[in-house]
C-alpha cells in the first residue's frame, strides 16, 4: 500500500508564505493523480476536507479551488511521487491541516475520488 507523508507546516504571519511537500512511498503511484486538501479547526469528519489543489499524473495538468487561486501552486516532480504546494499571501482562514492524497482518477476536486492519504500537517496563519 502507498505511504503519503506531508512535510513543511508550521505558523506563518498573514501575507507569508510557506510550502508544503508530500512524499509517496510503497507501492509506484506514478499514474496516480495527486492532491492536497484542508480540514479547517472543529471539523472532525473526511467529508468536511476541502478541496485545495490537484495536480495530474503527468504534471501537466492543474486545477486550484478559486480560494487559493492566484496565491497558491501545486507541482509535481518529473518521474517522482512528489508534489509541493508552494502558498503565498497567507490569511488566516487558510489555518487548517493540509492532506496530502493520490487518486486513480484525472484531477478531481471530491475527497472521494481520492484513494491514498497522508496523516496531514498543520498550518496556521495568525499574527
Known amino acids: 500500500q502507498v505511504q503519503l507523508v506531508e512535510t513543511g507546516g508550521g505558523l506563518v504571519q498573514p501575507g507569508g508564505s510557506l510550502r508544503l511537500s508530500c512524499a509517496a512511498s510503497?507501492?509506484?503511484?506514478?499514474?496516480?493523480?495527486m492532491g492536497w486538501f484542508r480540514q479547517a479547526p472543529g471539523k472532525d469528519h473526511e467529508y468536511e476536507r476541502e478541496?485545495?489543489?490537484?495536480?495530474?499524473?503527468?504534471?501537466?495538468?492543474?486545477l486550484l479551488a478559486d480560494s487559493v487561486k492566484g496565491r497558491f501552486t501545486i507541482s509535481r516532480v518529473s518521474a517522482k511521487d512528489t508534489i509541493y504546494l508552494q502558498m503565498n499571501s497567507l490569511k488566516p482562514e487558510d489555518t487548517a491541516v493540509y492532506f496530502c492524497?493520490?487518486?486513480?482518477?484525472?484531477?478531481?476536486?471530491?475527497?472521494?475520488?481520492?484513494?491514498?492519504w497522508g496523516p496531514g500537517t498543520q498550518v496556521t496563519v495568525s499574527s
Open positions: 492524497a493520490a487518486s486513480p482518477y484525472s484531477v478531481r476536486t471530491m475527497s472521494s475520488a481520492y484513494e491514498y
Open positions: 478541496f485545495v489543489a490537484a495536480v495530474s499524473w503527468s504534471g501537466d495538468n492543474t
Open positions: 510503497g507501492r509506484t503511484i506514478s499514474r496516480y493523480a
